[in-house]
């Protein structure tokens, strides 16, 4: 099973909600309860998509951090 951020997710998400995602995802990774990260990337098909780039860089960035750390598979959206 593999968990992590959606980059189509960044829309609605705060600095508060991609830190609690984020926390949820380390937990998941601590407890074994996935064997991938992801599937994290990138959206920019719509303005709307576009305009979320700031957070979709940070979810990935904490995703990449989670993969190299804990040695787990990262799930690509592309």
Do not use: N
Request: include cysteine; hydrophobic fraction near 40%.
């Amino acid at each position: 099973m593999s968990y992590g951020l959606h980059p189509q997710s960044a829309i609605d998400s705060t600095e508060e909600s991609i830190k609690k995602s984020a926390d949820f995802l380390e937990k998941l990774i601590q407890e074994r309860k996935v064997k991938a990260i992801g599937e994290a990337g990138f959206d920019y098909f719509t303005p709307e998509y576009k305009a979320s780039s700031v957070m979709q860089e940070k979810m990935w960035q904490i995703q990449l951090e989670f993969a190299l750390f804990y040695k787990l598979p990262l799930v690509v959206h592309c």
